[in-house]
């Protein structure tokens, strides 16, 4: 069981224009409505995947109900906990003619003390999961070192932790040291304070995560793949060449994966392949849409792996 806990989910509006005209009236061809929330999205893959998995975190208002009803509707489980203010919307707006995408992110509702407090209570009685996830943004109102506090608690129970969020929330979260990170280049290079220009630098930064206590390293480079590292291997696993549809999502498909194969017992190797067949997977469907099975399996063939060490 693969739990995840977002605490800042948002109702995605993607409005797909033929040709966007900024300063003019445009006129949307087709309007979708996804659940979101990065937590939640590697939920829906881990679902789409063929695994188990319950979403957490904060809930609120007539887009929390339209989160959830969305997230029925896929068959994804989920167990919020329930907040005055209303979950955020993010829109979308996908241009079909140059496929280029323009994203308005809402910074999310605020969460009181005692909303915080029943999040705390529930995630500390999830069931024994596989994994517990944490992902995304934090809202308004609660506190930059959360996600810290929360592995803290989780690695008391022996929880296995993984944690896929940027900036001061990765910087204090792995003070925690969770058991697997995924960072992309850009948050590594904030994360470590440095430039990552060339392959040598990001095998460096891994093995530099791994030895601050962290069990698995996993840095996603967008069409180059992943660098892996746990104690004993490094890995370079290269990702097939496809056509771009969307990128949104890709670093959720790929954590979904990954974290699949790894509760199944799987090597580090084997699980990395999945997880770049699964990201790549993401970005051959549109807009905010995640990864389809069928592309997952037929591309998991295609994907290399490399031993470095
Ligand atoms: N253009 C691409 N072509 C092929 N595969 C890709 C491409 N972009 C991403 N991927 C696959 O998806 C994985 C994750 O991508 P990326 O490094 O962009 O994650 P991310 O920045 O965390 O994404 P997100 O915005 O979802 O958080 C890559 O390691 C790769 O396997
Ligand atoms: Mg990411």
Known sequence: MIATVTLNPCLDKVVAVDGLIVDEANRWTSLDRYPGGKGIDVSRSVHELGGTTTAYGFIG?????????????EGV?????????????????????????TRINAPGPHISKTELERLRRKIRNVP???????????????PDDIYKQLIQKAKERNVKTVLDADGQWLREGIKAKPYLIKPNIHETEQLLDTELATEDAIIRAASK???SGIEIVVISRGKNGLIAANKG?????????????????????????????????????????????????AVLTSGTELCHRSDVERLFPQVKVEEIS
């Open 77 to 101: 489980p989920f167990s919020f906990t329930q907040i005055e203010q209303e979950t955020r919307t993010n829109f979308i707006i996908t241009d079909t003619r140059t496929y280029r995408q």
């Open 128 to 142: 024994n999961p596989d994994f517990l996830v944490f992902s995304g943004s934090v809202p308004p109102g609660v």
């Open 61 to 73: 208002g007539f887009y929390g109900m339209l989160v959830q009803r969305l997230l029925d509707k």
């Open 233 to 281: 291997s490094i890995l370079k696993v290269i990702s097939p060449q496809v056509e771009v549809l969307s990128t949104v999502g890709a670093g959720d498909s790929t954590v979904a994966g990954l974290l699949l194969k790894l509760a199944e017992g799987k090597p580090l190797s084997e699980a990395c392949r999945y997880a770049a067949a699964a990201g790549t997977a």
């Open 209 to 211: 995560l791994i030895e």
